[in-house]
């Protein structure tokens, strides 16, 4: 069996997306080979990095990377069709992240890969490696593999939208307070036990918030011109939670508040993740908000008999079987 077909295998069982990660490296460092990583789960909508996995030499200075990354605009995630390798740019130094932090670490080339359809970047992939660059051949191979990977990821996602016990929501959020060089001044209490579960640290290891290092990130690369994504991302925290991580400014500092997806927040990620149709997002859009089917209907401008044929490719396409399943499961209710 080729490296590739094992990646799509991999990429057909599933599974958790942090497990599907680590699995998708072990293969890409047997076929491709490098010597660090960072694999980022992404909010479809935004762009922006959330849930990530690394193993990189400039983990004293994370802060500072993350940053250097949303500031760097040559092969930025956001627009790219699929790879691009730092090796192919007329001049290396054109990357802040490589130019100001990398290459004192001995990092010679990065492969960027993102992983995107038609309905949103549900990640991506930096790869870096010491002692040669990367190959044509090896960038193709990358590309080749970002189509059966994007789904996986996307399927994933889709997974984690399970029927929630009852509960009461937080009354208010979480916020963590970062200074202008991203590092941590100050935190509400419980912050830190979300960001754990957010990235959960290697053993005997402190907790390290790289997901509101991501968020405030984008909201630098927004103040810089970089990018114009809100300074925004949704992650799945743990059984059905979904969480959405903020950045504003803050006299001087950047805060990021961590809550409780709303209702909409969550339902947007949920019609993304399971494919539906613009049209049938729109229609379950209105069953959120309490349409029934000649309500929907008429809203749609299409008849209740078209309803109910949108309906049944809902269910088939989540997973439900009914209405209410459908938006307890989107809803969080």
């Known amino acids: 069996m080729s490296g590739r077909d094992r990646v799509v295998r991999l990429c057909e069982e599933g599974g958790d997306a942090r497990e599907l990660r680590l699995r998708l490296l072990d293969e890409l460092r047997a076929t491709i080979g490098f010597d660090a990583y960072a694999f980022l789960l992404t909010d479809p909508e935004t762009s922006v990095g959330c849930a990530p996995i690394a193993d990189v030499p400039v983990l004293r200075e994370l802060p500072r990377a993350i940053r250097l990354k949303y500031l760097t605009r040559a092969n930025r995630w956001t627009e790219l069709r699929d790879v691009a390798l730092l090796s192919d740019l007329p001049d290396r130094s054109v990357s802040p992240l490589w130019n100001e932090l990398l290459r004192h670490h001995g990092i010679r080339d990065i492969a960027s890969a993102v992983f995107r359809d038609r309905h949103g970047i549900w990640g991506f992939l930096d790869l870096w490696r010491r002692d040669r660059d990367f190959t044509p051949a090896e960038a193709a191979r990358l590309a080749d593999l970002t189509a059966p990977i994007t789904t996986a990821l996307r399927r994933s996602q889709a997974a984690t939208f399970v029927v929630r016990p009852s509960h009461e ?54 103040e810089a011109g970089v990018d114009d994504h809100p300074p925004r991302a949704r992650v799945h925290l ?50 959120a908000r309490g349409g029934d089917s000649r309500t929907v209907a008429a809203t749609m401008y299409v008849s209740e ?19 209410r399943d459908l938006l307890a499961r989107s809803l969080g209710a």
Request: charged share 15%.
């Open 238 to 287: 743990a059984d059905g939670l979904w969480v959405t991580l903020r950045a504003a400014r803050m006299a001087g500092a950047v805060a990021v508040t961590i809550e409780e997806s709303s209702p909409a927040e969550r339902l947007s990620v949920f019609c993304r993740a399971h494919a539906l149709s613009a049209r049938e997002t729109e229609l379950v859009g209105l069953l």
């Open 305 to 323: 008999h078209t309803v109910q044929d949108h309906l049944k490719s809902v269910f088939a396409k989540t997973g439900t079987h009914n209405r």
């Open 169 to 222: 929501p937080r009354s208010e959020p979480l916020v963590l307070v970062l200074s202008p060089d991203m590092g941590v001044v100050g935190q509400t209490p419980g912050t830190h036990a979300y960001l754990r579960v957010l990235v959960p640290p290697e053993h005997g290891r402190p907790t390290v918030p790289a997901g509101a290092y991501n968020v405030a990130a984008q909201l630098l690369a927004v």
